[in-house]
């Protein structure tokens, strides 16, 4: 399971995959329904069409990007299946709604735990711009800092009284909203 390099041009992820994988022939169709792509994993539905059995297929794909690659192979993936259990578990509800059903412990394992990670994000406390959060696990940041409340912004950019902070994935943290009042310094 090793890195493919190449180069992609101006096209999506979706857009390059397709490219990749998708084939019509008479005794076999291959295609993806669906793809969701961040800038480092991309999650898909795979369909595998044969003139005796459908089967849609979870996969998964770790991106590089590499702008100014000198020998011009700008992109690299390494793909895997459902199947071989993969670590990347942020597939969306919507991906695997569309997979068929499978007996493989790995990829009911997988996507039990991309079902975990929904339903636990789904019961997490709402926040709108300006709430203050506090984490259960104070977060310790480059310069050293350790906090375990600030105000959201948007997205994963935080700020504290006198700086900006991102916070990748927080929302899979445990947290409380504990509203839009500022908290006693």
């Known amino acids: 399971m090793g890195w493919t390099f190449t ?4 096209e999506s992820v979706r857009e390059f995959f397709e ?3 998708n084939r019509e022939t008479p005794e076999l169709s ?3 329904l669906a793809c969701y792509a961040t800038w480092t994993t991309a999650y898909m539905a795979f369909e595998i069409k044969t003139p005796e059995k459908r089967e849609v297929v979870g996969v998964v794909c770790q991106l590089r990007h590499v702008p100014r690659a000198k020998d011009g192979y700008n992109f690299g993936y390494k793909d895997m299946d459902e199947t071989v259990g993969p670590c990347e578990f942020r597939c969306p509800a919507t991906i695997l709604a569309l997979l068929t059903p499978t007996t493989h412990e790995y990829a009911l394992d997988w ?3 991309c079902q975990e990670r929904i339903d636990k994000r789904a019961k997490a406390p709402s926040v709108k711009a300006g709430d203050w959060v506090k984490f259960a696990s104070p977060i310790t940041f480059r310069g050293g800092e350790t906090l375990d409340t600030l105000q959201w912004v948007k997205g994963s950019t935080f700020k504290r009284y006198y700086g900006l902070y991102r916070i990748s994935n927080w929302r899979e943290n445990e947290y409380q909203n504990i509203g839009a009042v500022a908290p006693a310094a």
């Not at 180069?7 to 101006?10: E, L, P, V, Y």
Request: aromatic share 8%.
């Open 7 to 10: 180069s992609k041009g101006r």
């Open 111 to 113: 996507r039990k735990r």
């Open 19 to 21: 490219k990749q994988w």
């Open 30 to 32: 291959q295609k993806i």
